[in-house]
């Protein structure tokens, strides 16, 4: 999946291209020297007036962003690389104009500044989970124990007795957060509360509770665990596994407001059990997720498809 500016972006772009030079022919000069791919301007009419002849450039870059995506972001910075109007201000009401255009360069850099952040994240979160697929590769030790887990896994999936199968959950996930260097501590009970482990990763503590049954997890299901999460120190986050998933009610509920807890499912599981990502990869993009949106439940399938593209 390609990322897109925001049309939000887009149209402050045109906006500050319309203000930014008085003159077509200044505006034009100016586009040749931020795009490499000269060609759109080629389909522009310049007898046309100058809004017309912004709105069609920028929409002629936008149909097909998979092309024009680096000069979009190039014209982008370019424009809001400027900060000096002089040519404005000779201008009958030179003030005037460059006010709005000033205006009109901080309204973009305002929407774009978040686009790169953003941008960058992914970027880093991507270049992350390489060298973690990388550093996997290259340890034959890791690889076999992830394997063998894999193995005691996929067995407990047929397993008819459900009361085994949770507790063997436990010890498979310890095995698991062990395995990637995660401080784990067994199933514990506290003041009446049973919690099935927890690890710590980047100085955060995290409890960890896992849930084996046929329906999803629901809100009551999350409440009693977000409840846990709560009681303890402030930097201590909450994963909680289920692996047929959660309600959708559930995830809403616990979507707003102060995130304390975040979800994996069996699918996210079998994705780190089959190598596909690395169990502190997965953490970390989810963490980022909930920090930066509010959704706790973001699904392996769209982290792989925001890193694709």
């Not at 390609?2 to 203000?19: F, I």
């Not at 992350?128 to 005691?152: G, T, Y």
């Not at 959950?169 to 260097?181: C, I, Q």
Request: glycine fraction near 6%.
């Amino acid at each position: 999946m390609s990322k897109r500016m925001s049309p939000a972006a887009l149209v402050a772009l045109k906006e500050a291209l319309c203000a930014i030079y008085w003159y077509k022919g200044d505006l034009r000069s100016f586009l040749q020297q931020s795009l490499s791919d000269p060609t759109p301007l080629n389909r522009i009419n310049w007898q046309n007036y100058k809004r017309q002849i912004v709105s069609d450039l920028v929409d002629i870059l936008t149909d097909d962003q998979d092309r024009h995506l680096g000069d979009l972001t190039r014209l982008c910075h370019s424009v809001c690389e400027m900060n000096q109007f002089q040519h404005l201000a000779q201008l009958d009401g030179g003030a005037q104009k460059v006010e709005r255009a000033r205006a009109d360069v901080l309204q973009l850099r305002s929407l774009l500044t978040p686009h790169e952040q953003i941008k960058s994240e992914r970027d880093e979160v991507a270049k992350r989970q390489r060298e973690a697929a990388e550093k996997l590769k290259s340890n034959a030790a890791v690889r076999l124990k992830l394997e063998d887990i894999r193995n005691r896994y996929m067995a407990l999936v047929t397993s008819p007795n459900a009361q085994q199968r949770g507790f063997e959950l436990e010890k498979v996930m310890y095995d698991l957060f062990e395995l990637f260097d995660l401080d784990p501590k067994a199933s514990f009970r506290n003041t009446g509360e049973q919690i099935d482990g927890a690890f710590a990763l980047d100085g955060t503590d995290y409890l960890f509770e896992a849930k084996w049954q046929q329906a999803p997890c629901d809100a009551s299901d999350l409440d009693t665990f977000a409840a846990k999460v709560r009681r303890k120190l402030e930097n201590t986050l909450g994963v909680f596994l289920s692996i047929n998933g959660f309600s959708k009610d559930g995830v809403a509920a616990h979507s707003s407001g102060g995130v304390v807890i975040i979800l994996i499912d069996g699918a996210d599981l079998m994705a780190v059990l089959e190598e596909r990502i690395d169990f502190v990869s997965l953490i970390q993009r989810k963490k980022q997720h909930a920090a930066r949106t509010g959704n706790i439940y973001l699904p392996f399938h769209e982290i792989a498809a925001s890193v694709d593209g």
